[in-house]
């Protein structure tokens, strides 16, 4: 039997890697251990352990690491903790081969420690670009002190060998996020009664994240939401911003102004599923998260793209960009809130095969 890590540090990566974690759970031939760090563990931002909680895995290895200093993430002190605690771990729990997704902070201590300690290590979504975020040459990092490559698209393929990185060893798998929108999803009323909100005629989903590359966040914001003041007939449903430089000074920003409008609603996390539903409820999918560049499409919804964030990354030709410049945004709205969906416009690079996690299961043999 070999012992299989997985980590965890958001909503946003374990709702990617969720139904990759229970065909390993349930399987006689590996041991699943899921070490979870991050925003799971904060109040501040959900406390979305409680997700994973509910998906009876078998074994939870908590790395509470995050540290705040005035009313701000420390992004230095967290990542200073994380290494010593993960570390600690890693000596207490055997593991054959580490799985992680990504690009956030949070994987450089754990890639790093993987590659000392001689533990394989598969990394998925490698090979993407960024160009907007410190995620960027974060996830290129990871990439070099990776054994194995699951990749989202063939582009992102091609990117790795470029680096240097063996063919043998990258493996085009699609985005396993993807693999949600092929489950039954939630109803509207269900949603509403869970929730406690009701859909409006028009609705937009929103996530919104920091720039990392810029000190510029709150403004960018604040520039949104003078944006939507003009559209009081249109539900914003906005998803907290991630543990990142200025995320909880966002979130309290958004939290006050969804307290003042009543037709905003701000919810710390939906869960995968039924953030999936309510973008399939949504009309249009509006910020700056890969959500609605990777799984928006695939449910046949307008994404309109804000800033830089996300720049450089694959797209469908559903997905617009434009930057935080309030007359840019209303005319958006205003355009896209009304326009007859073309389905030609949703061919998504992200989306492979119907079930990335069986695929996956049957090349993680490879690995090992």
């Known amino acids: 039997m070999y012992n299989i890590g997985l980590f965890t540090s958001s909503r946003a990566d374990f709702g990617i890697l969720k139904n990759i974690a229970k065909k390993l759970e349930k399987s006689p031939k590996y041991k699943l251990k899921i070490f979870i760090a991050g925003s799971h563990l904060s109040k501040n931002f ?88 410190i995620d960027n040459k974060i996830r290129n990092s990871v990439s070099f002190l990776s054994d194995y490559h699951f990749v989202a698209t063939k582009k992102s393929k091609k990117r790795l060998e470029k680096f240097g990185i063996k063919k043998k060893s990258i493996y085009c798998l699609g985005a396993p996020g993807l693999e949600g929108i092929n489950e039954k999803l939630e109803k509207k009323k269900y949603l509403e009664n869970k929730f406690k909100f009701k859909f409006k005629t028009y609705n937009i989903l929103v996530s919104l994240h920091p720039e990392t590359l810029s000190n510029q966040s709150i403004k960018f914001l604040q520039v949104f939401l003078n944006s939507i003041k003009k559209f009081p007939k249109i539900n914003f449903i906005f998803s907290s911003p991630g543990a990142d430089t200025d995320g909880y000074k966002m979130k309290v920003k958004i939290v006050e102004y969804s307290k003042k409008y009543s037709n905003c609603y701000f919810f710390n996390s939906l869960g995968h599923k039924e953030y999936l539903s309510f973008i399939k409820y949504s009309n249009i999918v509006m910020g700056n998260s890969s959500s609605g560049i990777i799984e928006a499409p695939s449910l046949n919804r307008l994404s309109i793209d804000l800033g830089i964030r996300q720049l450089g990354r694959e797209r469908a030709n559903s997905v617009k960009n434009i930057p935080f410049n309030q007359k840019k945004i209303e005319r958006m709205i205003k355009y896209y809130i009304n326009k007859k969906i073309n389905n030609s416009q949703f061919k998504n690079p992200y989306y492979l095969y119907k079930k990335p996690s069986l695929e996956f299961l049957k090349k993680i043999k490879e690995c090992l």
């Open 46 to 133: 959900g406390s979305t352990i409680n997700e994973i909680q509910r998906e009876n895995f078998t074994k939870l290895i908590r790395c509470k690491n995050l540290v705040f200093s005035k009313n701000q993430v420390d992004i230095m002190k967290s990542t200073n903790k994380l290494s010593k605690i993960f570390l600690n771990q890693l000596n207490k729990n055997k593991i054959d081969l580490m799985i992680i997704l990504g690009d956030r902070y949070e994987l450089i201590p754990v890639s790093t420690i993987c590659f000392l300690k001689k533990i394989k290590i598969i990394h998925l979504h490698g090979g993407e670009i960024t160009l907007g975020a």
